[in-house]
């Protein structure tokens, strides 16, 4: 059974940095995608970025592009999101999600991953 669990939430000023770390178990995720996404209030959830589990590619969406970092340490089974310049927009809930997206592009949608952690909250305060 895959588990993930996302820890590094919090309260930050704007222009501050928060580190999010998602705790994976539960199998072997050497062909995963791991992926970061988020939901505000009222807001759909969306992509923020993914990392090959083996190959370390990574994908961000251009609204954190230069501002975050993923990244991922496969000998811990953890995987990482440094956000740093944040803004008052990036307040959200994190999720963190795996699986084995098929297709070009199929690692920004939501529907590609299969499991997914509770979430944890960020709130960038102005």
């Known amino acids: 059974q895959v588990q993930l669990v996302e820890s590094g939430g919090g309260l930050v000023q704007a222009g501050g940095s928060l580190r999010l770390s998602c705790a994976a178990s539960?199998?072997?995720?050497?062909?995963?995608?791991m992926g970061w996404f988020r939901q505000a209030p009222g807001k759909e959830r969306e992509f923020v970025a993914a990392?090959?589990?083996?190959?370390?590619?990574?994908y961000y969406a251009d609204s954190v592009k230069g501002r975050f970092t993923i990244s991922r340490d496969a000998a811990k089974n953890m995987v990482y999101l440094q956000m740093n310049t944040l803004k008052p927009e990036d307040t959200a809930v994190y999720f963190c999600?795996?699986?084995?997206?098929?297709?070009?592009?199929?690692?920004?949608?939501?529907?590609?991953?299969?499991?997914w952690g509770q979430g944890t909250q960020v709130t960038v305060s102005s």
């Open positions: 999600a795996a699986d084995r997206p098929t297709g070009i592009g199929s690692y920004l949608r939501e529907t590609a991953y299969g499991y």
């Open positions: 539960g199998r072997t995720f050497s062909s995963y995608v």
């Open positions: 990392i090959s589990w083996s190959g370390g590619s990574t």
